[in-house]
Protein backbone atom coordinates (compact mmCIF):
# COMPACT_ATOMS: atom_id res chain seq x y z
CA UNK A 1 0.00 0.00 0.00
CA UNK A 2 1.76 3.39 -1.17
CA UNK A 3 1.69 6.18 1.04
CA UNK A 4 -0.78 9.28 -0.02
CA UNK A 5 1.96 11.28 0.91
CA UNK A 6 5.07 10.47 -0.85
CA UNK A 7 3.20 8.57 -4.29
CA UNK A 8 5.77 6.16 -6.04
CA UNK A 9 8.78 6.26 -2.91
CA UNK A 10 7.58 3.56 -1.49
CA UNK A 11 7.74 1.17 -4.55
CA UNK A 12 11.26 2.56 -5.24
CA UNK A 13 12.38 1.80 -1.25
CA UNK A 14 10.86 -1.60 -2.23
CA UNK A 15 12.72 -1.88 -5.66
CA UNK A 16 15.64 -0.86 -3.83
CA UNK A 17 15.45 -3.56 -1.12
CA UNK A 18 15.05 -6.32 -3.79
CA UNK A 19 18.33 -5.09 -5.72
CA UNK A 20 20.39 -4.95 -2.40
CA UNK A 21 18.83 -8.56 -1.62
CA UNK A 22 21.03 -10.27 -4.79
CA UNK A 23 24.16 -7.80 -3.83
CA UNK A 24 27.14 -9.19 -2.08
CA UNK A 25 28.74 -6.65 0.50
CA UNK A 26 32.24 -6.18 1.36
CA UNK A 27 34.02 -3.08 2.75
CA UNK A 28 37.04 -0.81 1.33
CA UNK A 29 40.01 -1.26 3.89
CA UNK A 30 42.01 2.08 5.28
CA UNK A 31 44.05 0.92 2.87
CA UNK A 32 41.65 0.61 0.09
CA UNK A 33 41.24 -2.71 -0.46
CA UNK A 34 38.35 -4.32 -1.41
CA UNK A 35 37.58 -7.93 -0.76
CA UNK A 36 35.69 -9.63 -3.46
CA UNK A 37 33.26 -12.16 -2.05
CA UNK A 38 34.27 -16.10 -2.65
CA UNK A 39 31.03 -16.95 -4.51
CA UNK A 40 31.84 -14.63 -7.18
CA UNK A 41 35.61 -15.34 -7.23
CA UNK A 42 34.34 -19.02 -8.01
CA UNK A 43 31.86 -18.54 -10.49
CA UNK A 44 34.61 -16.20 -12.33
CA UNK A 45 37.61 -18.11 -11.71
CA UNK A 46 39.46 -15.53 -10.05
CA UNK A 47 42.62 -16.48 -8.00
CA UNK A 48 45.38 -15.25 -6.60
CA UNK A 49 47.22 -13.13 -9.81
CA UNK A 50 44.08 -12.76 -11.74
CA UNK A 51 43.70 -9.44 -13.21
CA UNK A 52 40.76 -7.54 -13.55
CA UNK A 53 39.81 -3.67 -14.51
CA UNK A 54 37.74 -1.56 -13.00
CA UNK A 55 35.35 1.29 -14.27
CA UNK A 56 33.17 4.46 -13.09
CA UNK A 57 30.17 3.67 -14.91
CA UNK A 58 27.74 6.39 -13.61
CA UNK A 59 28.62 5.97 -10.19
CA UNK A 60 28.74 2.00 -10.28
CA UNK A 61 32.17 0.62 -9.88
CA UNK A 62 32.25 -2.66 -12.52
CA UNK A 63 34.52 -4.61 -12.28
CA UNK A 64 35.66 -7.30 -14.99
CA UNK A 65 37.98 -9.92 -15.00
CA UNK A 66 40.94 -9.53 -17.54
CA UNK A 67 41.83 -12.14 -20.75
CA UNK A 68 45.21 -12.80 -19.58
CA UNK A 69 46.68 -13.97 -22.84
CA UNK A 70 44.98 -10.35 -24.28
CA UNK A 71 47.33 -8.38 -21.72
CA UNK A 72 50.70 -10.74 -22.75
CA UNK A 73 49.84 -9.82 -26.85
CA UNK A 74 49.46 -6.05 -25.67
CA UNK A 75 52.68 -6.27 -23.46
CA UNK A 76 54.60 -8.14 -26.36
CA UNK A 77 53.41 -5.10 -28.82
CA UNK A 78 54.50 -2.69 -26.80
CA UNK A 79 57.90 -4.63 -25.97
CA UNK A 80 58.36 -4.89 -30.15
CA UNK A 81 57.64 -1.44 -30.63
CA UNK A 82 60.37 -0.58 -27.72
CA UNK A 83 62.32 -2.93 -29.78
CA UNK A 84 61.67 -1.31 -33.16
CA UNK A 85 60.71 -4.81 -34.35
CA UNK A 86 57.28 -3.32 -35.49
CA UNK A 87 57.58 -1.00 -38.75
CA UNK A 88 55.89 2.45 -39.56
CA UNK A 89 53.13 1.70 -42.53
CA UNK A 90 52.13 5.21 -42.80
Known sequence: MESQRYPGKTKNLINKIILLSYMEMSKISSRGQLVIPQT???ELDLNEGSIVGME???GMIVIKKM???LIGQF???LLDLKSKK???LA
Do not use: A, F, P
Open 56 to 58: NLN
Open 67 to 69: NTD
Open 75 to 77: EKS
Open 40 to 42: IRQ
Open 86 to 88: VRK
